[in-house]
């Protein structure tokens, strides 16, 4: 089965970092864009940051940029978000996702997603 | 950066029922828009891509329609399962976004 699964959320005081991970199976990681998207308690979806399958693009949301980093190792088919200076905000619930190419548009959203990991900023 | 306009932000509907969400934008996005479901507890499921293709394993029921900046998710005859939120998202456009979602709830 497909599958994405997100581990290393936690409870971090703010300015605190974090780094999360995201290992997929049973598809060629190394053909997929990748993307991070979190969702605050009771909140919507925030597109957080994007990164081409050779990881030689990447894309950050506004609210983000300078603290995050995205990256990835395709030889271990994972995905990977280091969190800086985080703040009571960034609680929220940080999915990965796969990027979609449907056979008339790319990109045409987001076709897998992990079940999700949770961080809380607090002290 | 692209605004989505979700509406209705919630929904009552009965089994059975004929609902439909729209999601519109101030610019174009030509088709690049897609639609997730989202159970409590769960990462979101896409359903609709390229505002009107349907994924693999996607029940009939479920269609989308729309180009340029106005949208539509349509859900005929519904069923206790489908009771959940509702996003659209645009790619056209870095960064994405998503609309504000819809929450379907049974009456």
């Known amino acids: 089965e497909v599958q994405l699964v997100e581990s290393g959320g936690g409870l971090v005081q703010p300015g605190g970092s974090l780094r999360l991970s995201c290992a997929a199976s049973e598809f060629t990681f190394s053909s997929y864009s990748m993307n991070w998207v979190r969702q605050a308690p009771g909140k919507g979806l925030e597109w957080l940051s994007h990164i081409s399958s050779s990881g030689e693009s990447i894309y950050y949301a506004d609210s983000v940029k300078g603290r995050f980093t995205i990256s990835r190792d395709n030889a271990k088919s994972s995905l990977y978000l280091q969190m800086n200076s985080l703040r009571a905000e960034d609680t929220a619930v940080y999915y990965c996702?796969?990027?979609?190419?449907?056979?008339?548009?790319?990109?045409?959203?987001?076709?897998?997603w992990g079940q999700g990991t949770t961080v809380t900023v607090s002290s | 950066e692209i605004q989505m306009t979700q509406s209705p932000s919630s929904l009552s509907a009965s089994v059975g029922d004929r609902v439909t969400i729209t999601c519109r934008t101030r610019q174009s996005i030509s088709n690049y828009l897609s639609w997730y479901q989202q159970k409590p507890g769960k990462g979101p499921n896409l359903l609709i891509s390229a505002a009107s293709s349907l994924q693999s394993g996607v029940p009939s029921r479920f269609s989308g329609s729309g180009s340029g900046t106005d949208f539509t998710l349509t859900i005929t005859s519904l069923q206790p399962e489908d009771f959940a939120m509702y996003f659209c998202?645009?790619?056209?456009?870095?960064?994405?976004?998503f609309g504000q979602g819809t929450k379907l709830e049974i009456k």
């Open positions: 998202q645009q790619s056209y456009s870095l960064p994405y976004t």
């Open positions: 996702a796969r990027g979609f190419c449907s056979s008339t548009s790319c990109p045409a959203g987001m076709d897998v």
